[in-house]
């Protein structure tokens, strides 16, 4: 039986650091509080001239070379992303264009938030096992701080930008690469972390603009408890449906949105802290690309090795989630 493998991952997050400290002298906050209510210690902003396509492709450039394929070979490009460049085209077809990616790819966007990753790896996934494709690249990538109201203290202190890709090819090894994949929705949520305007039931106007309805909105507690409730459930679903234990995850890399709901999924799960993955600090929240960001610091760091099982756990606006378990 063929396999999909993760034949290189990248990463790339703005030069430009804020601190906590930076933000106490924007709005009414504290290091204090950032920190231990949301674990977050700074955060990468992008430059006013980069946009999502900007931080895309260095990251992109970066999962091509891990895993040493050129981007005349990719023929399948998706960029999960709630900041595209443009409402339309897509940014996957900026990137395929600036990436050198050839035009008989097929390149496209998905809209699934923080999930995005997750979401537009089952879709390689899938795609790469038809044989339809042989390389797939996928890219999350977020200019956040283009979306973010820096006067609301409530939002504004989560947020960061950052990209994060990888390379995904079909290998006639079995037993390793992505062993499961599974994504929900519930739509009912769909208004807890929202942008209310700039879409179609909303459009443009200066009105919307002075009233900021094209900045996030959030209910954040509300979110907490339901990112904590899924991501559990998706855990355990994805060990069962392939007859592990938890105790044989190596190493849990969550969507990185606070500290304390990945504390809390380790308290329900019954695994310690250190077998979880945790950059929030130096990053943020920064959505779909949250996870490629923590992936590729892992990989660097040593913390994966061969025949390591790896588990995804994402949740998002939407209100979407999934999980993903990979074995090296
Ligand atoms: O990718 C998905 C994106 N979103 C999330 O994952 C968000 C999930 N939720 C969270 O991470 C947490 O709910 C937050 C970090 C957003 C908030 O933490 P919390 O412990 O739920 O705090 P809270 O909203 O209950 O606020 C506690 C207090 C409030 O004051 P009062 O009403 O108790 O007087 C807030 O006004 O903290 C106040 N507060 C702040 N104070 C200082 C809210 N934001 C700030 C701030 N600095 N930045």
Redesign the pocket.
């Known amino acids: 039986m063929a396999s999909v493998i993760i034949a290189g991952v990248g990463a790339y997050a703005p030069e430009r650091i804020l601190t906590n400290d930076d933000?106490a002298k924007m709005?009414?906050?504290?290091d204090e509080?950032?920190r231990t209510?949301?674990g977050i210690r700074e955060r990468h902003i992008a430059a006013p001239d980069q946009a999502c396509s900007d931080l895309a492709l260095i990251a992109a450039q970066r999962a091509l070379a891990d895993a040493k394929v050129s981007a005349s070979e990719v023929d399948l490009l998706i960029i999960a992303t709630a900041t595209p460049d443009y409402p339309l085209p897509s940014t996957a077809c900026v990137v395929q264009h600036k990436l050198g990616v050839p035009p008989h790819a097929t390149a496209f966007d998905i809209a699934a938030?923080?999930s995005g990753f997750v979401y537009a790896l089952e879709i390689a996934y899938g795609q790469l096992l038809t044989g339809r494709y042989k390389c797939a690249l996928i890219i999350g990538s977020e200019k956040l701080s283009s979306i973010t109201d820096w006067s609301d203290?409530?939002?504004?202190?989560?947020?960061g930008d950052g990209a994060g890709a990888a390379v995904l090819k079909k290998s006639d090894q079995d037993g390793i690469g992505i062993i499961g994949s599974d994504l929900g929705a519930d739509g009912e949520l769909a208004e807890y972390?929202y942008t209310p305007a700039g879409g179609s039931r909303c459009p443009a106007s200066p009105k919307t603009v002075e009233e900021k309805g094209h900045f996030l909105r959030?209910k954040?507690?509300e979110?907490?408890k339901n990112?904590v409730r899924v991501m559990e459930t998706v855990a355990r679903e994805m060990v069962e449906q392939h007859h592990l234990s938890l105790d044989q995850i190596n190493l849990v890399i969550p969507?990185q949105?606070?500290v304390?709901?990945v504390e809390a999924l380790a308290g329900n799960l019954g695994l310690p802290m250190d077998r979880f993955y945790v950059n929030i600090d130096r990053y943020g929240?920064t959505?779909s690309a949250?996870i490629p960001l923590a992936l590729d610091e892992a990989r660097k760091a040593g913390k994966i090795k061969p025949g390591d099982y790896t588990l995804l756990v994402a949740?998002?606006?939407g209100f979407t989630y999934g999980s993903t378990l990979i074995r090296w």
């Open positions: 933000l709005v009414d906050t504290s509080w950032i209510r949301s938030a923080c203290r409530t939002t504004c202190v989560l947020f972390l959030m954040g507690k979110i907490f990112a969507h949105a606070n304390r709901i929240n959505s949250s949740f998002g606006a």
